[in-house]
């Protein structure tokens, strides 16, 4: 089906009528970067398309208890926020640096790679791994809801048909002993889709792990966190047989298929490997990367 009309709300309000109006029949388009391939290949149809890029949704803010990431911060301005360059939010920084080329980033939204719903959107582990919220608007009312009931099937989200995403939150964290770390794989060096994505945070009191969060890309229908492997941890001294334990939690969670990329067991064996690793090693720092 071809675009019959392309509109530009310069307003969110503009927008939200226009969503109201017309619900499914129109798509929103941030960066264009996945809608746009979509279209092309007769993936999705969408009778109405809606320039979002004239709305008043972008920058990062700090603001009380949060840092709001609006709905057309691009991955570079995520990769390049001065509020980001700490601990804990320093691996949402490095996904989002994976995420295909410069030129992709420039244009690419963060709201856009969650609002895609695909397992293997690669900033979605580090937001899971933070307890990000994603702020939702509609002319009915504006929610919020973390990013854990985000995601509800392979390119199927929470949004509404008359809804739009208009900031992602993070919660603000104490100081504290943070590490955190974020690996994708894929079957090329560069400008992949990862076949396995990971995100971990680790704050440690001590030889104590005070606090334990992780996430893992296309290893079930949806990204998943990790909350029984967490759970397992959080108190607890990394001793080999706890961290063994915690592999064996890690491989309860999550239920790998095997696709035209990579077998189930490849996936199951680089979620143990790279659990491991994060666990028994120190942080690699802002060039931990790809793997391949
Ligand atoms: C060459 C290439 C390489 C890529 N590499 C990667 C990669 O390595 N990793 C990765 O994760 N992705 C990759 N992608 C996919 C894509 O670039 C990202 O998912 C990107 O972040 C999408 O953001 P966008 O702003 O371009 O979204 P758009 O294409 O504009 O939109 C994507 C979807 O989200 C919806 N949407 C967008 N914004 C909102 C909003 N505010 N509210 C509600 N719905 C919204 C749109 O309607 C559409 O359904 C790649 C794409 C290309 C073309």
Not at 23 to 48: H, N, S, Y
Not at 64 to 87: C, F, M, R, W, Y
Not at 249 to 264: C, D, F
Request: glycine letters at 6%; hydrophobic letters at 40%.
């Amino acid at each position: 089906m071809r675009v019959k009309e392309c509109f530009c709300p310069s307003s969110q309000e503009q927008a939200l009528a226009l969503l109201a109006e017309l619900g499914d029949a129109l798509q929103i388009c941030a960066g264009g970067t996945d809608l746009l391939v979509m279209l092309r290949k007769g993936k999705t149809e969408a009778p109405f398309l809606m320039d979002i890029s004239g709305l008043d949704l972008s920058g990062i803010r700090e603001e009380e208890d949060h840092i709001s990431i609006g709905a057309l911060a691009t991955l570079t301005d995520v990769q390049e926020s001065p509020l980001l360059n700490k601990e804990p939010y320093r691996f949402l920084q490095r996904a989002a640096g994976w995420v295909g080329s410069p030129q992709i980033r420039n244009a690419a939204t963060l709201a856009g790679n969650l609002c895609t719903g695909i397992p293997s959107a690669d900033t979605s582990t580090p937001l899971l791994a933070l307890d990000a919220r994603v702020r939702l608007a509609s002319v009915r009312r504006t929610r919020e809801i973390p990013l854990t009931g985000f995601f509800l099937a392979p390119r199927k989200t929470a949004l509404e048909a008359d809804e739009m995403v208009t900031e992602v939150l993070l919660p603000r964290f104490p100081s504290g002993d943070y590490r955190t770390e974020f690996r994708k794989v894929g079957t090329r060096k560069e400008l992949f889709i990862s076949i396995f994505h990971i995100a971990s945070l680790l704050e440690m009191e001590g030889p104590l792990v005070k606090r334990a969060r992780f996430a893992m890309g296309v290893m079930a229908p949806v990204p998943v966190r990790l909350f029984r492997t967490e759970e397992l941890l959080t108190g607890k001294s990394l001793t080999p047989a706890l961290i063994d334990e915690a592999l064996e939690t890690m491989k309860t969670e999550v239920h790998p298929r095997t696709s035209r990329h990579a077998s189930k067991e490849y996936r199951m064996m680089l979620a143990e490997n790279l659990l491991h690793r994060f666990l028994t090693e120190p942080p690699e720092g802002a060039e931990g990367g790809n793997l391949c």
